[in-house]
């Protein structure tokens, strides 16, 4: 199985501040993969990273074949197109309805007809569990668990080969966060995609991560199954899993 996503001893600066010290992980195509670690360890900043929000002061990060230390404009603006990502505020645009919002990047980068896009957002609230009735409706006109769906509906619009999820199950009720989680593994199969998720959250660590990295004082600590990550001796991890749980 290759690897989608390769991060080799990437450095990461801001200031005088060393965030990452060296940092390296692998995620393979077609596995949820998980970036955990205490707050503040940069989890979020390493995603931003590969989704080329933040810039990395050494090493190398290769996305789908693209090393993105040396990437052109074109190539980076192509790559883009290739995943989707699903904030943690979710990111909906408040003045557009559920459905422009899920529709806009149609709008945006393709030449599709209305009656094509349609179809499309159709599709999509419907495989994230979202009636058609629902796309009409504005985001304060939504309850959060419906909010993330429809962000998860937009990050999946241009049919992505990874999906990043920036704490997915953040702010959802217990009975939700599973609903949720099972969602993301259900769509990991139908869509074969490969998923890379921040969280925190035990329950989506235990059920459905893969394989996992997780970071403390600047650097890896332990990369593989909970399984694997759990035989690691370390006080840290032991305390940390504690701690989640």
């Known amino acids: 199985m290759q690897s989608i996503l390769k991060v080799q001893e990437v450095e990461t600066r801001f200031g005088e501040n060393l965030v990452h010290d060296g940092i390296n992980l692998h995620v393979k195509e077609g596995e949820i993969y998980g970036f955990l670690g205490p707050s503040g360890c940069g989890k979020s900043t390493l995603m931003r990273e590969v989704i080329m929000l933040e810039h990395f002061s050494?090493?190398?990060?290769?996305?789908?074949?693209?090393?993105?230390?040396?990437?052109?404009a074109k190539q980076a603006q192509?790559?883009?197109?290739?995943?989707?990502?699903?904030?943690?505020?979710?990111?909906?645009?408040?003045?557009?309805?559920?459905?422009?919002?899920?529709?806009l990047s149609l709008h945006e980068y393709t030449k599709f007809s209305k009656e094509m896009i349609r179809d499309i957002v159709s599709f999509k609230l419907d495989i994230v569990g979202l009636k058609q009735s629902d796309g009409a409706l504005f985001p304060s006109q939504i309850s959060g668990g419906m909010k993330k769906k429809a962000a998860l509906a937009r990050a999946l619009v241009m049919d992505p080969k990874v999906l990043f999820l920036d704490e997915p199950t953040s702010g959802l009720d217990p009975i939700s966060a599973r609903e949720f989680d099972a969602l993301i593994m259900n769509l990991r199969d139908l869509l074969n995609l490969s998923v890379v998720m921040v969280t925190h959250d035990l329950t989506s660590i235990t059920t459905t991560l893969d394989r996992m990295a997780v970071i403390d004082n600047k650097k890896i600590v332990a990369e593989g199954s909970l399984e694997e990550v759990l035989k690691i001796q370390s006080p840290f991890i032991e305390r940390f899993f504690k701690m989640e749980g």
């Open 58 to 72: 050494k090493g190398s990060i290769e996305l789908l074949g693209h090393k993105l230390e040396n990437i052109k």
């Open 78 to 103: 192509e790559l883009r197109l290739q995943w989707g990502v699903l904030f943690q505020s979710n990111a909906l645009f408040t003045s557009l309805t559920v459905f422009e919002n899920i529709a």
